[in-house]
């Protein structure tokens, strides 16, 4: 999540401060399915609308949110939602992957739980996209990225909720009551405390653990999980390769750029 709020960051440049609930319009694909019925592949296979209202025109940052994992995944903008998914996908998260897919092979037959090489890339990608985000909360420099976004949050909390539900209930075209339950829930303390548990490497240890079904009471799942993460650390480490590209496609999309 804190991949989202840099590259959006990195994006606005310096007005990056100017409209802070932008970051969590960016962020609301990934955020909404808490609620029960709504699902992630409904916020990330929504019919992608390039021209916007006035009053709606915040929307484009949840496009924004799509084309990045568009790159991350597919490693080029589509125009309309890509279905299914392809172990093969030539996006950064993908290819970095890789090299991870037959550890992830070996340790899934270590712990009986064997599983398929389409499996293990899904996994790998996974890897790779937490390890990424933990490298950039980690080293990003001088704006802290889980403080700008806890910032932002607040500030939409307080001042911005009702613009932000009736433009993500014309966006996802759901009833707007059903938008602000799941908003309540996504920006609450407690999932912002569930968000702050992954800043370092342990808590995202448990995450995957607890993602892919494997036993936290286990000392081997922990350990062989632990030394996935450390090697995708490794591979995660020019976060430029995925920065450039990704600013590159998405300023030559026709996503509407206004502030
Ligand atoms: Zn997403």
Redesign the pocket.
Known sequence: MMTHTWILKEFLGSNFRESLDLYVYNVC??LLPIQKGITAEFT?GIPRRFFYPPQHQKAAYVLF?LLV?DMAHHGQIHTDPVCGFNPNSQGYAYRRGQSLIEPILEFQQRMGMDVDRRTAAYRAHTIIELTFDLRLVQEAGEVRLYELFSEAVDHTVDKKMDELCETLDWFFGVEAAVIRQALEKGLSSGTLERIKSLKDIEGRIGFYIDRFGLDRDNDAAWEGTRTLLLQAMRLVDDFDAFLSPTLCAIKNSSIPCFL
Do not use: L, S
């Open positions: 694909p990934d990330h949110h994992d």
